[in-house]
């Protein structure tokens, strides 16, 4: 009988090219997909919620693997730590039902994007922030980022909106900016987004902190449902996969 | 007429062996000193308001240094944040009296050290904390700290007590133990600080913590004015130099 192993899973995507294995390059899941041969002696596809992309980090990023023969799953927890990189850590580990499925049975995910708004990075940080070194205006992104909550057609809002499968309306049931002093937090919660979605949001509201854009084009850039200029990809250091919801979770 | 400048320094200490220049070594000071010459195209010796070890980071370490003429203070800054890797930040730097010194002006300095106390070290955490993985006491280690408080011979809480130039005395203002959920802050609040004493007071701390010494060892270990194996020093990568205060800052 397989057995299948749900992990909650923190990495910091710095090193690494995203989530998703790839000839020659160094993933998060070619990496678990390493350690879990090495350790249960089995080859196993890891699924996660999502792909998360190059440089994209991880608080609490959900997988699933299966193993023909069932491990303890402590004994697994700490051999896997124990042969990974620190830079990937396994947070929780334990068997589920055959019917679970972390991409599948996923009823709500959570990002969040990290904004240091000033001149100088604390250094323990300078991996996990996108810099903007002028004063942004808060009251403004917060005002562009009610105009984006709820459902909408995001296309203009996914980096590649032709190859989205499942169409291009999301329902965004939160999207909100948060200063703490010189850190400004962008919070995107939904059941699905798009292609880089959270990495335009962002980077459209940084557009509109800076005062290059009023929060009312929000309105019609959702309304052309076409990407252009005035939405830039923030880059992917600030961005952290927060936490995936499961209906008993 | 030479002109003296204070800088407020923050630094990640992980890839440097310490403060001081040495020989052959990437060191904090020998960058400083090289991208001060850089960007001023004066050689200048920058002097701290003490030295870290190896790994060990600074929030806010002070520092001053001379230049033969004056050059504007945000475009020295900004010259040197642009020079330097961003390990180290200039966070701010300005013109001070010739009378001030980072080393025998400063009054107070207080140091922080951060355990992570649980088996899994969130990966962007895991270079600036030292791990515990067994649930440490904090209660013990707050009681074990009060007694350590004040004035006292801290010979047994220095690496090398014979060389300590100014005696083994000093007056602890603040040994505080704080708990934030897996994250347990030791602050360390003083005039002076022996070679490696806040590492010391931490590895004593965690043993206390951890349960193999009692907290009222704290008295007999400091009145032995003995270095022993009681008294581990804790790793550097916990240790941050967190501020340095002068009399008129």
């Known amino acids: 009988m397989t057995t299948r192993y749900k992990m909650v899973l923190a990495y910091d995507g710095t090193l690494y090219s995203g989530w998703q294995v790839q000839p020659k390059r160094r993933t998060i899941q070619g990496e678990l997909e390493r350690v879990i041969r090495q350790v249960s002696g089995h080859k196993a596809r890891v699924h996660s919620s999502g792909r998360t992309d190059t440089g994209v980090h991880a608080r609490a990023q959900v997988a699933h693997f299966d193993l023909p023969e ?7 927890l700490e051999g896997l730590n124990g042969v990974l990189d620190e830079d990937i850590r396994v947070a929780s580990l334990r068997r589920v039902p055959a019917t679970f499925h972390a991409r599948y049975s996923a009823v709500v995910k959570e990002y969040r994007y990290f904004i240091w708004n000033g001149p100088v ?3 323990p940080l300078r991996l996990y ?9 808060e009251k403004a992104m917060v005002k562009a980022a009610r105009a984006l909550s709820g ?3 995001f296309a203009a809002f996914s980096a590649n909106p032709n190859r989205e499968v499942d169409g291009t309306v999301r329902r965004l049931d939160v999207l909100s900016v948060r200063r703490t002093g010189s850190e400004i937090a962008l919070i995107a919660r939904g059941e699905g987004f798009l292609y880089k979605m959270v990495r335009s949001l962002a980077g459209f509201l940084v557009r509109v902190g ?4 009023e929060p009312e084009a929000a309105k019609t850039i959702l309304r052309s449902a076409q990407r252009t200029a005035r939405v830039p990809t923030a ?3 600030g961005l952290f996969l927060w ?3 499961y209906p008993s979770s």
Chains 1, 2 share one sequence.
């Not at 069932?70 to 697994?76: C, K, T």
């Not at 800076?210 to 854009?213: D, K, P, T």
């Open 243 to 245: 936490r995936v919801r």
């Open 151 to 153: 459902r909408h057609d």
């Open 210 to 213: 800076s005062g290059a854009l």
């Open 129 to 137: 922030r996108a810099q903007v070194r002028n004063p942004l205006d």
């Open 121 to 123: 990075v604390p250094p």
């Open 70 to 76: 069932a491990m303890e799953a402590r004994r697994l």
């Open 235 to 237: 880059e992917a250091k």
